[in-house]
């Protein structure tokens, strides 16, 4: 069984940075892409980032490159999102999710992802 819990969510003025968290409690952490999503009301789940196995490939959604960084740490079994220069519409709930293990590829749709955390909220005030 997979579990992921987030944490790091928060209220931040805009131009403002947090850093997201994401632990989670697997077989074999290492073995597991990661990702990270958010959906705001009344839209869809949107891909922010994802990242390999052994953290060496990073794939990021058009509306974060060059703000948001995804990293992970396998000897803690948790998964990062350190994300600067925070704008209004970044405004949404934040989920981590896991494909399943063995899956290699950093996958930006929500279908490939088999295990996710409850979300964490974030909101950026203007």
């Known amino acids: 069984q997979v579990q992921l819990v987030e944490s790091g969510g928060g209220l931040v003025q805009a131009g403002g940075s947090l850093k997201l968290s994401c632990v989670v409690t697997a077989r074999t952490f290492s073995g597991h892409v990661m990702g990270w999503f958010r959906q705001a009301p009344g839209q869809e789940r949107e891909f922010v980032a994802g990242?390999?196995?052994?953290?060496?490939?990073?794939e990021y959604g058009d509306s974060v490159k060059g703000r948001f960084t995804i990293s992970r740490d396998n000897t803690k079994s948790t998964v990062y999102l350190q994300m600067n220069s925070l704008r209004p519409e970044d405004t949404a709930v934040y989920f981590c999710?896991?494909?399943?293990?063995?899956?290699?590829?950093?996958?930006?749709?929500?279908?490939?992802?088999?295990?996710w955390g409850q979300g964490t909220q974030v909101t950026v005030s203007s």
């Open positions: 990242i390999s196995w052994g953290g060496d490939t990073s």
């Open positions: 999710a896991a494909r399943t293990e063995g899956k290699f590829v950093v996958d930006s749709t929500t279908e490939a992802y088999a295990h």
